[in-house]
């Protein structure tokens, strides 16, 4: 589009942007192409000196379908210069650290970070000579304490995995930036939709595009997003290591992205009104909802959010293991899986506190340590369908 979409309201960004340059078509073609032909050898030559989106020249560099999601997503991110996309967002996560990180540095990870980086830090940086600090996110003068002169980064995530903290992310990222470091996010609950990281302070904001921008179940994908000093060290890293994503999945993506709004604000609000109606439960102990008015972290994220999604936790009171996986087995609406961000609600036992290295868990404040816990992602269907499901599975639940 030749149109300046930065002045856009959200809504109509995801209907402008990353469109065909081809004027009688809406959508931009699927280039499924590894060879770009040039016309001549001196074309040829001129190829590798302009290595910049927007110009074929392998199909390693993308063509007009990847371009048009990067364009998208870049769009839809205030103060973003570019996108950069990859195969999974765990390997958004390896891409985007590896961009910044170098051997020597100490790089600082929330507590409460997806599992899969947590992972990643103690161990693939460990090997590449990177130090892993974790942190309480909730902590400000521990976390200003950890700096030294060798952290180069910080690894955010807000809200928490499975816990659902929601943190101080403008005071955090100022901290980091005072002492030079550079702060990544892992943006994927909110999306830059719900969560603007970079005007909130953040250098660069990482998604699992799998969760919601693919929302229907069917594809894996990530993204780095960043201003224009990070944006290109993220494109060479990716570059460097063979990062590429298949235009299928691309064009898959773009047509997601075009709904997401509708289907966060959907969502959003059916795990509004089953986290409520969880809240009353008498087997329920505490309902880990950020959007939730009341729960932990509700004031934070009212004041730093735009948004939120259908993705929340809650705790059982006095039920063991066995209970948990009768109430989850007994549910007729909701999959159990991994995922999360589809159209359809899902359902999954967490155990939080093996992942945890500085916060505790039981949270300390809650006098009775309750720890059995169901994360649920809640998807389109009508929430009191869902709510009748999850009824009839409560009560399965008590009769073993
Ligand atoms: C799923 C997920 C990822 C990883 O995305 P994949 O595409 O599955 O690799 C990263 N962060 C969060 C918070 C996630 O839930």
Redo the contacts with the bound molecule.
């Keep these: 589009m030749g149109s300046n979409t930065s002045e856009l309201t959200a809504a109509t960004t995801l209907a402008v942007s990353g469109r065909s340059r081809d004027p009688h078509v809406v959508n931009p073609p699927v280039y499924r192409a590894s060879t770009h032909l040039y016309a001549d050898c001196a074309a040829l030559r001129e190829g590798p000196r302009t290595n910049e989106d927007g110009r074929f020249f392998y199909g390693r560099r993308g063509s007009p379908t990847q371009w048009a999601l990067s364009d998208a997503l870049t769009a839809l991110e205030p103060g973003a210069h570019g996108t950069v996309l990859y195969p999974?967002?765990?390997?958004?996560?390896a891409g985007s650290l590896m961009a910044v990180c170098r051997p020597g540095d100490v790089l600082l990870v929330t507590d409460n970070?997806?599992d899969?980086?947590r992972s990643m830090a103690k161990g693939l940086f460990k090997r590449l000579g990177v130090e892993a600090r974790f942190f309480d996110p909730l902590d400000l003068a521990a976390y200003d304490g950890l700096f030294c002169e060798r952290t180069r980064a910080v690894w955010l995530?807000n809200p928490g995995?499975l816990s659902m903290e929601v943190c101080d992310i403008p005071a955090l990222t100022r901290i980091a930036r005072e002492k030079g470091a550079v702060s990544l996010i892992?943006n994927?609950?909110a999306t830059a939709l719900g969560f603007p990281a970079l005007e909130r302070g953040c250098d660069i904001s990482?998604?699992?595009?799998?969760?919601h921008v693919g929302g229907h179940s069917d594809l894996?994908?990530?993204s780095a997003s960043a201003g224009e000093r990070w944006y290109r060290k993220l494109r060479q890293t990716a570059q460097e290591l063979g990062q590429v994503v298949s235009p299928d999945d691309a064009a898959l993506a773009l047509r997601g992205l075009r709904t997401m709004q509708l289907r966060l604000e959907k969502s959003t609000a059916s795990a509004l009104a089953i986290a409520e109606w969880l809240s009353n439960r008498s087997e329920v102990a505490h309902v880990l909802c950020p959007i939730l008015p009341g729960a932990p972290g509700h004031d934070l994220w009212r004041r730093d959010f735009t948004g939120g999604c259908g993705l929340f936790s809650f705790v059982l009171k006095d039920r063991d293991d066995a209970a948990r996986c009768r109430l989850i087995d007994a549910l007729d609406l909701f999959g159990i899986g991994?995922?999360?961000?589809g159209f359809e609600s899902l359902a999954l036992p967490i155990d939080i506190a093996p992942i945890r290295d500085r916060m505790a868990w039981p949270r300390p404040e809650w006098q009775a340590g309750e720890d059995c816990a169901i994360r649920l992602s809640i998807g389109l269907e009508d929430p009191h369908d869902l709510i009748a499901d999850l009824t009839q599975a409560l009560a399965a639940m008590d009769h073993a």
């Design positions: 999974s967002g765990v390997a958004a996560i970070a997806y899969p980086s995530e995995s892992d994927t609950w990482v998604q699992a595009l799998t969760k894996m994908m990530g991994y995922s999360w961000g």
